[in-house]
């Protein structure tokens, strides 16, 4: 079964999640988010 990953062919994005665990803005639900202003996503969404 393919994968639909949306991070770079040879990144498994360990780097950016420490990172948004570091600096990220914790939400009322305790994950953390942080926008790194890289396109992620099919439709533009931003990371």
């Given at each position: 079964?393919?994968s639909?990953?949306?991070?770079?062919?040879?990144?498994?994005?360990?780097?950016?999640?420490?990172?948004?665990?570091?600096?990220g803005?914790?939400?009322?639900?305790?994950?953390?988010?942080?926008?790194?202003?890289?396109?992620?996503?099919?439709?533009?969404?931003?990371?």
């Open positions: 079964m393919a639909k990953s949306q991070w770079i062919t040879g990144e498994n994005g360990v780097d950016e999640t420490q990172e948004t665990w570091q600096n803005t914790e939400l009322p639900d305790e994950t953390r988010v942080r926008d790194t202003g890289k396109v992620v996503g099919q439709n533009g969404e931003t990371e």
